[in-house]
């Protein structure tokens, strides 16, 4: 079994409110490296990213209606 397999019968197996902190976690640690992709990529002058970034979100159902 590899690890990321291992990760996700431990995932599987929280209890709902730890499930939740962990949902919030990894929001918080993506949101986290998005901000530094955005300093570095404007420092650079390259907006590409964001393009990317949204794709990305509305592929895997990461958005939200507004």
């Known amino acids: 079994m ?3 397999e291992k ?3 431990a995932i599987e ?3 709902e409110e730890e ?3 962990l949902r919030k976690w990894f929001r918080e640690s993506q949101g986290e ?3 530094k992709e955005i300093e570095t990529d ?3 002058r390259n907006p590409r990213f964001l393009v990317r970034e949204a794709e990305d979100a ?3 159902r990461e ?3 507004l």
Do not use: M, N
């Open 42 to 44: 404007s420092r650079e």
């Open 33 to 35: 490296k998005w901000d």
């Open 7 to 9: 990760i996700e019968k």
């Open 19 to 21: 499930f939740e902190e």
């Open 58 to 60: 509305r592929r895997y």
């Open 2 to 4: 590899s690890r990321v």
């Open 13 to 15: 197996a929280l209890p």
């Open 63 to 65: 958005t939200e209606d």
